[in-house]
C-alpha cells in the first residue's frame, strides 16, 4: 500500500477506507477482509468478471458438473461497474 494517499473517514453512519497500490503492485485486487477482531474477519470480494463468472457459475452448479453442463452455462461478461450499478450481459 501507499501510506500517502490511503486514507479513513469515518461519520456517525458511514466509514470509508480509502486504500492506494504502490507503484510496483500491479493487477486488480480480488477481495479484501474486514471486521472489528484479527480472529473474526469477514471477505468481500471485489466486482469483476472473474468473481462474478465464479459466483454464478456456483450458483447455475453447485456440485461438481459434468463437461456437458459446464458448456451448457451461460456466458458472463461484466461490461460495465460504477459505484451505483453494474452492468453484465448473460448470453
Known amino acids: 500500500l501507499l501510506a500517502p494517499e490511503s486514507s479513513v473517514s469515518v461519520s456517525a453512519h458511514n466509514a470509508v ?10 493487477g486488480l485486487w480480488r477481495k479484501f477482509s474486514f471486521g472489528l477482531q484479527p480472529s473474526a474477519l469477514q471477505e468481500r470480494l471485489f466486482v469483476s468478471e472473474e468473481n462474478v463468472d465464479g459466483f454464478l457459475g456456483t450458483a447455475f452448479c453447485p456440485s461438481p458438473c459434468s463437461q456437458s453442463a459446464v458448456e451448457s452455462q451461460p456466458l458472463i461478461e ?5 459505484e451505483d450499478r453494474i452492468q453484465i450481459r448473460v448470453e
Open 78 to 82: 461484466v461490461l460495465d461497474v460504477t
Open 17 to 26: 477506507v480509502r486504500l492506494a497500490k504502490a507503484p510496483g503492485s500491479t
